[in-house]
Nanobody
C-alpha cells in the first residue's frame, strides 16, 4: 500500500492550500482515509478523516469551519482543502489510511502512513 501526498507549500496567513493523497495498492472504498499533522517539537495530531463508503467526515476542533476533507472515488484520492490558514497550521501533514470505519480520530486506528508534505503559513 502506498499513500502519496502532495500539495504542501508556503502560503501567507489567511490563504488557502489543497492537499491531495493518492492511495494505491489496495482499495479503501470501504474504509477510512485521513490527515494528521506534526509541527516541530509537538505531538502528532489528528486533522480530518473520512469514512470512504458513508462519506461521514471528522474534524479536529482547531480546523472545523476552515478545512474540508473529501474523496474522489474514481481516482482513489482524498483531498484536504485548507482555507483561512493560520501560522499555527504550519506542520508536516501526513496522509493516513485504515481498514477501520470507526475511531478515525485516533492515531492508533491507522495502518498506513504516507511520507508527509510540508505546509508553512507565514504571518
Amino acid at each position: 500500500v502506498q499513500l502519496q501526498a502532495s500539495g504542501g507549500g508556503l502560503v501567507q496567513a489567511g490563504g488557502s492550500l489543497r492537499l491531495s493523497c493518492v492511495a494505491s495498492g489496495r482499495s479503501f472504498s470501504r474504509y477510512g482515509l485521513g490527515w494528521f499533522r506534526q509541527a516541530p517539537e509537538k505531538e502528532r495530531e489528528f486533522v480530518a478523516a473520512i469514512n470512504w463508503s458513508s462519506g461521514r467526515t471528522y474534524y479536529a476542533d482547531s480546523v472545523k469551519g476552515r478545512f474540508t476533507i473529501s474523496r474522489d472515488n474514481r481516482e482513489n484520492t482524498v483531498l484536504l482543502q485548507m482555507n483561512s490558514l493560520k501560522p499555527e497550521d504550519s506542520a508536516v501533514y501526513y496522509c493516513v489510511g485504515t481498514v477501520r470505519t470507526s475511531g478515525l480520530e485516533y492515531t492508533a486506528s491507522y495502518n498506513y502512513w504516507g511520507q508527509g508534505t510540508l505546509v508553512t503559513v507565514s504571518s
